[in-house]
């Protein structure tokens, strides 16, 4: 047995990179660095096994809002062409970051170069950090920690085995494209718990992605989240797009869902199967979105679309369960399957929702991005890489309003479902773009 060597840190006026990394690499063997309150100034910091970062309560990481600052912290996974992170560990084992402290990053106003008051969004800059990427570590713990204003990806987790994340907070700018709370990317045995994540993209989002290398990142697994509180304009819990792994044995329960765009989603594009997903006890409380963010008030979508065709199918989804959902929608429920037998083993029970008139009416059509054709660059003009794209018309490819108007729920390819206990509150009379049908199967 190694005994545990404490250390304490306290801040000074100019950067800290040297300093804290001394501290980290300084020594092998069980220890803990405890951050005294104040503010730390650093550029990318790279975290090694049997280490504890300690955060009192007023210590903060203000990282630098610099892309350059990042070129010694790069990552082996490339996300939205970003190879770099502010906090990165590969490799790593008994790893933890705990106690009341923040990391803020300026993300939105460093790493944005305009806005699109259309689509509803801030304009990113090409190239932005992550906050923070795991890759390839195991036993990892992460409680207490509060991330502020990310430029990207908040919180990336790659190919890591047993990690226990709670109480954890990310507030991050509502318009900053890309900004996703915490990304579990092809990792097995997961608890996330009691943490609250408010963010313009995904709040807590599962995917299987490529390595740059080849290979990918492996499949997501033994995954549970409970008792958590979300608000995104994106989809608050989702698994996908980049699916080419398996998911199985997944459960979300006793989630609230503020003032989001979607609730629940799953995404399944690039082949990997989807396989025994529960959620379970969920508030919801979705709202229509503007054009650029993907989907507009649903509080459930299912989807298979082949995103690479020249590489086989999206993977099949199967055996997914939701039940006892609440709350209130100005979207459709909808589960649209490429071809036949794509998605199976569908179960909705106990569902009470109010279904209400949004003030845009995006909410009004269902939305299928991303298709084969947000993977190309296109002119600026008429749209932007993984996010929108305008067809000849100078309409949004990828969405498309629901057969005689909005249902309660819209079943397309999907025989094999079980809809039990189902409840859902609309006006009177229905508004205009709305079908009488609750339930519409095509």
């Not at 900004?179 to 718990?193: F, M, Q, S, Y």
């Not at 993907?294 to 199967?318: F, H, M, Q, Y």
């Not at 845009?360 to 794209?389: H, M």
Request: hydrophobic share 40%.
């Amino acid at each position: 047995m190694f005994e545990l060597r404490e250390s304490r840190i306290s801040p000074v006026k100019e950067d800290m990179t040297s300093q804290v990394q001394s501290m980290i690499d300084g020594t092998s063997g069980p220890r803990r660095i405890t951050f005294s309150p104040g503010v730390y100034r650093c550029a990318g910091l790279r975290l090694s096994s049997d280490l504890t970062l300690h955060m009192e309560e007023g210590a903060e990481l203000h990282f630098h809002p610099d892309y350059d600052a990042y070129a010694h912290t790069e990552v082996a996974v490339v996300a939205e062409d970003s190879n770099r992170a502010m906090l990165v560990a590969s490799g790593a084992e008994r790893i933890a970051i705990t106690g009341q402290g923040k990391i803020v990053c300026d993300g939105s106003r460093a790493f944005s170069v305009g806005e699109d008051t259309e689509m509803g969004v801030l304009i990113p800059a090409k190239l932005r950090p992550r906050v923070l990427v795991f890759d390839q570590c195991r036993d990892v713990r992460i409680d207490g920690l509060t991330v502020e204003d990310s430029p990207m990806w908040t919180l990336h987790f790659v190919d890591c085995d047993g990690m226990n994340l709670r109480n954890l907070a990310v507030f991050n700018n509502r318009q900053m494209p890309n900004t996703d709370g915490l990304v579990i990317d092809g990792c097995r045995d997961v608890h996330v718990e009691r943490c609250e994540i408010r963010t313009a993209d995904d709040g807590i989002v599962l995917k299987t992605s490529a390595r740059a290398e080849g290979g990918t990142t492996g499949p997501c697994a033994d995954i549970t989240v409970s008792d958590c509180v979300i608000e995104s304009r994106s989809c608050a819990l989702k698994l996908g797009t980049e699916s080419f792994s398996p998911f199985r044995d997944i459960a979300f329960r006793d989630i609230r869902i503020e003032a989001s765009n979607r609730a629940m989603g799953i995404f399944s594009r690039d082949g990997g199967p989807v396989d025994n997903v529960r959620f379970e006890r969920i508030e919801v409380d979705c709202n229509e979105a503007p054009a650029g963010f993907w989907g507009s008030g649903e509080a459930v979508t299912i989807n298979t679309l082949d995103r690479r065709p020249e590489d086989g199918p999206a993977g099949a989804i199967r055996s997914v369960v939701v039940r006892k959902l609440r709350g209130v929608m100005e979207g459709a429920i909808n589960l649209v399957a490429e071809r036949k037998g794509d998605i199976s083993g569908i179960v909705l029970e106990d569902i009470e929702i109010v279904q209400r008139q949004g003030p845009l009416g995006t909410g009004q059509s269902y939305d299928l991005r991303p298709t084969y054709l947000d993977r190309f660059p296109t002119d600026a003009a008429a749209g932007r890489v993984n996010a929108w794209r305008l067809d000849e018309d100078g309409k949004v490819v990828g969405v498309t309003p629901y057969p005689g108007g909005m249902p309660g729920i819209m079943i397309k390819c999907v025989p094999d479902i079980t809809l039990d206990q189902i409840a859902i509150e609309r006006p009177v009379p229905l508004p205009v773009g709305w079908n009488s049908d609750v339930i519409l199967t095509v």
